[in-house]
Nanobody
Framework: QVQVVESGGALVQSGGSLQLSCTAT?????????MGWFRQAPGKQRELVGT??????NYLDSLRGRFTISRDIAKNTMYLQMNDLKPEDTAVYYC????????????WGRGTRVTVSS
């Protein structure tokens, strides 16, 4: 059974940095098509932060330059490095894993909370 677990959420001051991790188990790295970070702020819809595949990394335009997504294939783990954090980055951050075609199954983690104080 595929499981996705996020970690690293914390309370941090504005201007600080934080690194989140997302580890997938129950699936080999060669079965993963993409991994992605999403976030949901209080009272708002979940939004895409960015995705990573073997070939490319994409970001929400407004986060480009402050947030960096990377992946350790050997550990089946994806990271989100967040710098110069702002109060508006406060959200629950979720990770998802999408398997390769033809099934293209999507698995979600339960999220990790990031709170940025002003």
């Amino acid at each position: 059974q595929v499981q996705v677990v996020e970690s690293g959420g914390a309370l941090v001051q504005s201007g600080g940095s934080l690194q989140l991790s997302c580890t997938a188990t129950g699936i080999g790295s060669d079965g993963i098509g993409s991994m992605g970070w999403f976030r949901q702020a209080p009272g708002k819809q979940r939004e895409l932060v960015g995705t990573i595949t073997l070939y490319s990394t994409n970001y929400l335009d407004s986060l480009r330059g402050r947030f960096t997504i990377s992946r350790d294939i050997a550990k089946n783990t994806m990271y989100l490095q967040m710098n110069d954090l702002k109060p508006e980055d406060t959200a629950v951050y979720y990770c998802n894993v999408v398997t390769l075609p033809p099934l293209r199954m999507t698995y979600w983690g339960r999220g990790t909370r990031v709170t940025v104080s002003s």
